[in-house]
């Protein structure tokens, strides 16, 4: 599910991929990071917010969308992976980055490490099963 244009953004970093997550029916949530620091610098300076405060404005805003995903990922056994067509040392993605989120670039690429990780984890239990058995 794509919400990148949702009306009120910080439910696009939390009550969105929640709900998504509490899915039963749902392993992995394959996340969209798109919240570059110049959108969100442009964004304020329409709300009227001085030059001199947008960079420690836009900085708080990054470290909340961050904690919010965190806690997520933090309450749900469930892997997150994110990708991005903006650079990866955007603040938000470099500090998801930091704090172990895998991002790439691309949904490609997402998806490609998400079908390693699944068939490295299928193989596993595979010679896992066959050891038990001798």
Known sequence: MDFTFGKN???????????LLDEK???????YFYAPSQR???M?????????QIKEE???LVNGYSEAIMRLFES?????????FQN???PLVRVLIERGIPIFPGPQRAARAIAAAYEYTRLR??????????
Request: aromatic share 8%; glycine share 4%; with cysteine.
């Open 125 to 134: 239990d595979k010679i896992l099963a066959a050891c038990s058995e001798e």
């Open 58 to 60: 836009a900085a708080k």
């Open 25 to 31: 029916n749902a392993d992995i949530l394959l996340f």
């Open 9 to 19: 953004l910080i439910d696009y970093f939390t009550e969105i991929p929640k709900a």
């Open 76 to 84: 749900h056994n469930k892997p997150l992976v994110g990708y991005t």
């Open 40 to 42: 969100l610098e442009r």
């Open 88 to 90: 990866v040392k955007d």
């Open 44 to 52: 304020m300076k329409q709300l009227g917010i001085s030059p001199d």
